[in-house]
């Protein structure tokens, strides 16, 4: 099955396995499943005259079930952080001797596309791009193959089976149509201040307090807030921090801990507008602490639901439409503080 690549497509999108009827036509994404790719892709106001198709596999498995092709982990003596050993399947990883041969020639059609956006349809080809897997918290943000972007989504084959996928695979093709554009990520660079002194506290109470708009949310532990954030821009996002899990509290004295519970209290009853994401549950949890959050008019979750209420409506998703970054919840290590990310299955 060869590679179909119209002149100047900018956009890859590269599947796991034919179908049956790809195999007997000899292209990709032919039959039902390419049929809806195409309804699709008009839908994102484009065709397969901008788009290349191909897939990680050219083979179908037998049943047309990946996890045919499986060796478990424990008979596997090799470093699974290799993209050809780890792509994984239920009952293990998709045998390498299969996987490497088939990246060496994915990765020669990448080459002679030369994209500037991929789109991976489904977990094994994410997974074999980008090393990572799990499709719903993938798709939607965007990844990388080297240097090149990567947005992930579900396969059109999963569309026909789970059909309230369909709006979300289409925002995701609307976004590979923007960022197929330019070759570089344009991401946003942000100022995140988690470690503020009273002098700061004091900056930025009297700046926030005079934001025409300004975004806030809470985070808790043990009955307790352990930090507040406020935003008054894409770039800026100004933290006060009270109490960590493990170091306990943050502020040594406790009149400075007062100073900061005054700073909270008086941003929050301050002229701005105030948005947030279920901000209901947010206001209820100051309310316990006596602060009072005026002007609170603009909930995104309520906006959104309202907007699509067929569609989610957690900040996860919303910033997959809507952003470029990978969920948030997802650059973290579990029990760590860094910012890398471990393969999730």
Known sequence: MKLLA????????????????????????????????????????????????TYLFKERPPGGDINAWAVPRTKLSLDLSLPWAGIPCKKGVVDPARTQPALARLFEEIAQVNPNVIVACGNSAVAALCGVSGI????????????????????????LRQYEWRPQVVADLIKAKIESAYPEARLINRLIYIEPTIRDLEDWTERLCN?????????????????????????????????????????????????????MRSI?????VKI????????????????????????TMI???????????????????????????????????????????
């Open 268 to 272: 929050c009853a301050s002229r701005s």
């Open 276 to 299: 947030a994401q279920n901000g209901l549950y947010d206001v209820s949890y100051l309310s316990k602490y006596n602060v009072k959050v005026t002007n609170f008019t603009e909930d």
């Open 136 to 159: 719903t918290k993938l798709r939607g943000a965007l990844h990388f193959h080297g240097q090149r972007k990567v947005i992930p989504t579900y396969s059109p084959a999963a569309v």
């Open 303 to 345: 906006q959104s639901h309202s907007l699509y209420p067929a569609m989610p409506k957690g900040l996860d998703f919303l910033g997959s439409i809507y952003a470029n970054e990978r969920a948030w919840k997802r650059w973290r290590v579990r029990g760590g503080d860094t910012n890398e990310h471990k393969r999730e299955e």
């Open 211 to 263: 934001e025409d708009f300004i975004s806030f949310d809470i985070e808790t532990s043990a009955k307790q807030i352990t930090c507040i954030g406020f935003a008054p821009n894409l770039k800026e996002c100004f933290v006060i921090p009270f109490w960590d899990v493990k170091t306990g509290n943050y502020w040594e004295r406790e009149e400075d801990e007062v100073l900061a519970y005054k700073a």
């Open 6 to 53: 119209p002149a100047g497509a900018k956009i890859l999108l590269i599947g796991e396995i034919p179908t049956e009827e790809d195999l007997r036509v000899g292209a990709p994404f032919t039959g039902h499943a390419g049929r809806e790719l195409d309804t699709m892709l008009a839908d994102a106001e484009l065709s397969r005259a901008n788009v290349a198709l």
